[in-house]
């Protein structure tokens, strides 16, 4: 039997470790067990229970205030995941051997991990030769993405992401709660953008036209392989949360073997669908 994880990932201060929270409440108020796995040895604060925690393996301080080392809090992070990615034996003790587990990985915010360092893709390999299905769940905060450019910078964030680790990618717009009426009507066209159209809004904003042409061909990129799409993620809307949530299951296939349901949708693409059913939710509530 396959077990099943989301590595939860994302920019600093993006919402992963309120996601995991809100995602471990929502499952016990439906009767799941879904655990948690802390992996940021720098972490100070999370409300969820832990089933591991790389703390108690190595801390960042310990790294930092180590005379022979004298790393400072981003270089004494990259030690401890490579320390970490070095004691994968550590993590399998800690998890243990339950079929049919379903566990999140908060990982740290610094984006590092997520472009060119191995570590994440090793934790990625090892999980699946622990038979786990493993899901990328890429968190962006939706505050920085409603303007052309900043938008473009998350798209490339999440797509390194997915490029880097090769696993099936849930990308996620958080805190949507925090945004005015107004905003959350605007930012209905980043969730399921047009980047051809997107492309004519940054060319006003962009200053120089030298860049033009480059933007142009990396919208046009993922507008043609449509690779890019964002769910929203109100912490505060069991709905939405139960949309993201099935949407994830979906893609390492949860429960195949109970009687699995696909995502709400039945004859439009997932995404869009979802997207416009949110925004109609709120036009009649
Ligand atoms: N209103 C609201 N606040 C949120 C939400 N998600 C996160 N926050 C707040 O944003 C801040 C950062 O959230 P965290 O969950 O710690 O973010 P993180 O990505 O784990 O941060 P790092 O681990 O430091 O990279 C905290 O003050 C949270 O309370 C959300 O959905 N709604
Ligand atoms: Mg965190």
């Not at 969820?48 to 005379?67: F, G, K």
């Not at 717009?173 to 969730?191: G, N, R």
Request: with cysteine.
């Amino acid at each position: 039997m396959p077990r099943y994880a989301q590595l939860v990932m994302g920019p600093a201060g993006s919402g992963k470790s309120t996601y995991c929270s809100t995602i471990v409440q929502h499952a016990e108020a439906i009767n799941r067990s879904i655990q948690v796995v802390n992996l940021d040895p720098a972490a100070e604060h999370f409300n969820y229970p832990v089933m591991a925690d790389i703390r108690e393996l190595i801390h960042v301080d310990d790294v930092m205030e180590d005379d022979s080392l004298r790393f400072g809090p981003n270089g004494g992070l990259v030690f401890c995941m490579e320390y970490f990615a070095s004691n994968f034996d550590w993590l399998e003790e800690s998890l243990g051997h339950v079929e049919d587990d379903y566990i999140l990985f908060d990982c740290p915010g610094q984006i590092e991990l997520y472009t060119h360092l191995p570590v994440m893709k090793q934790l990625v390999e090892q999980l699946q030769q622990w038979e786990f299905r493993v899901c990328g769940v890429f968190l962006v905060d939706s505050q920085f993405m409603v303007e052309s450019f900043k938008f473009i910078s998350g798209v490339m964030a999440a797509l390194s992401a997915m490029v880097a680790l090769e696993i099936p990618q849930v990308n996620i717009m958080s805190k949507m709660d925090l945004l005015s009426p107004k905003a959350k009507k605007e930012i209905e066209k980043y969730l399921d953008p047009d980047m051809y159209s997107m492309m004519e809004d940054s060319a006003v904003t962009l200053r120089s036209k030298k860049f033009m042409k480059l933007t142009k061909a990396i919208c046009g990129l993922i507008d043609d392989y449509s690779m890019v799409r964002f769910l929203p993620f109100d912490c505060t809307d069991d709905e939405g949360i139960n949309i993201v949530l099935q949407h994830i299951d979906f893609s390492i296939q949860y429960g195949e073997d109970l009687e699995f349901k696909e995502p709400k949708e039945d004859d439009e693409e997932p995404g869009n669908k979802n997207f416009d059913e949110y925004f109609q939710d709120r036009v009649d509530s």
